[in-house]
């Protein structure tokens, strides 16, 4: 694979090819369709990626990594104590998918569901962007036991993984519904029982 | 529409057809293919359903329905309990999932985050099976609060609601993992937290 000449073009393809992706599907998308996007010819999309897995590897990068910048100081915002920033966390994140009007989802969850099954390598970036996410939460989870916020007893670990668990199935019925309403329930329900 | 000539065919063709959206997801899969794994006629298709979308949504009935065919009646068992019979019903899912060596993921899931954005019949589908869902597992919940098992000031409908996006939030994270441990996770930390 020769080294990608432009940076911008490279930039042009993940951010179309991500929002088709949101909209339609990863399997349903093809590369024409991601290079007719972008404006760019289509035999150019593999001398920037070896192949639409690859591409889709990345495009999961891009994602995690921008909610990661967005949304991850709220965990770590000294001024806040721990479980009100896990709330305001997860209030941001709800935010996100407000203002796309629920209809897109989370990419995360979106390609749990449809690629993992056809790739390895998007099952395994699957794999670290959910690590990455459970570690992020449980030092957040560890700093309010260390405050005692939060009883030393509960297994941080699997805490932060069951908020991720219910947090994506939260953005699933609120696609279905096209509604903020499971959010608010989520907050109001879901947080403060499994905080407790 | 002509009136369905043949029974065998549609159940073949929902059978197969479910099998593949299963596995490369709904927009992925052809009318094509869907007949050719039928082992029919493509022009026959029409004769059965009036439009792709139209066939999603028989297939999410016919899922839905086997669902609450197999694992429902665990909801209903006056022998049991009624907290332990929530309990018992998670566990046939779970087990459902193991059985497809959490590789398929729930029809139900996989169609909320894939369909819904391009056709409103899956997504009205998809409101229906979340509301008897819902319903079967409030039912239980509020037999489980007339037995004093679970406090009464508990909103049932809510925490069903809750449970059932846990549960698919779990499924997801099971499918990435390709593993029963989420699972093990949610029946021993976030079920008793969420039923307590």
New interface residues.
């Given amino acids: 694979m020769p080294r990608p000449a432009n940076p911008d073009t490279r930039a042009k393809l993940l951010e179309k090819g991500a929002d088709l992706v949101s909209?339609?599907?990863?399997?349903?998308t093809g590369v024409q369709e991601i290079t007719a996007a972008a404006g760019v010819p289509k035999g150019s999309f593999y001398n920037y990626f070896e192949s639409k897995e690859a591409f889709a590897v990345e495009v999961l990068g891009e994602y995690w990594g921008s909610v990661a910048e967005m949304y991850g100081p709220l965990l770590r915002d000294k001024e806040t104590p721990p479980l009100q920033r896990v709330v305001n966390y997860f209030r941001g994140l709800a935010d996100f998918h407000k203002r796309h009007r629920y209809?897109?989802?989370c990419l995360i969850?979106?390609m749990?569901?449809?690629v993992?099954?056809?790739s390895a390598d998007v099952?395994a970036k699957?794999?670290t962007v959910?690590r990455e996410w459970s570690e992020a939460l449980a030092d957040c989870l560890r700093e309010a036991q260390a405050r005692k916020e939060l009883a030393s007893t509960k297994?941080t670990k699997?805490?932060a993984?069951?908020l991720?668990?219910?947090?994506?199935?939260?953005v699933?019925?609120a696609?279905?519904?096209?509604s903020g309403k499971?959010f608010d329930?989520?907050e109001r329900?879901?947080l403060p029982?499994?905080l407790?």
Same sequence: chains 1, 2.
């Avoid at 991720?164 to 939260?170: C, H, R």
Wanted: aromatic share 8%; with cysteine.
């Fill in positions: 909209r339609v599907g990863f399997n349903a209809a897109v989802g969850g979106n749990a569901l449809e993992t099954p056809s099952r699957l794999v959910y297994d699997q805490l993984a069951a991720i668990d219910t947090f994506e199935g939260t699933m019925r696609k279905v519904e096209r499971p329930s989520f329900s879901v029982c499994l407790a």
